[in-house]
């Protein structure tokens, strides 16, 4: 069983960062992957990036590559989401999320999730 709680969400004007933060509890397997979706007001959910607790092999959907940078600290039990020039489009809640398979549709274990607003 694990547990995730985001943080770090907020209002930011457009071209602004932020940086969310995904704290784990209960063990991550290395084989496990972790996942940030986001999901806005009458959209579908969407996987933004993902990565391997292991490995640290990442990668993004094109919408945020180049922007956003998602990275691990292990010893922490922490995954972050680092978010630069940030766009209105980018306005939704975020949730963090981990399982042996982590694909656009699914995951074993979520996180409550935490609103990021992009003002234009």
């Known amino acids: 069983q694990v547990q995730l709680a985001e943080s770090g969400g907020g209002l930011v004007q457009a071209g602004g960062s932020l940086r969310l933060s995904c704290a784990a509890a209960?063990?991550?397997?290395?084989?496990?992957?972790v996942g940030w979706f986001r999901q806005a007001p009458g959209k579908e959910r969407e996987l933004v990036c993902r990565?391997?607790?292991?490995?640290?092999?990442?990668d993004y959907d094109a919408v945020v590559k180049g922007r956003f940078t998602i990275s691990k600290d292990n010893a922490k039990n922490m995954v972050y989401l680092q978010m630069n020039n940030l766009k209105p489009e980018d306005s939704a809640v975020y949730y963090c999320?981990?399982?042996?398979?982590?694909?656009?549709?699914?995951?074993?274990?979520w996180g409550q999730g935490t609103q990021v607003t992009v003002s234009s």
């Open positions: 999320a981990t399982g042996p398979t982590v694909t656009p549709s699914s995951a074993s274990y």
């Open positions: 209960g063990r991550i397997f290395s084989n496990y992957i």
């Open positions: 990565i391997d607790w292991g490995a640290g092999f990442t």
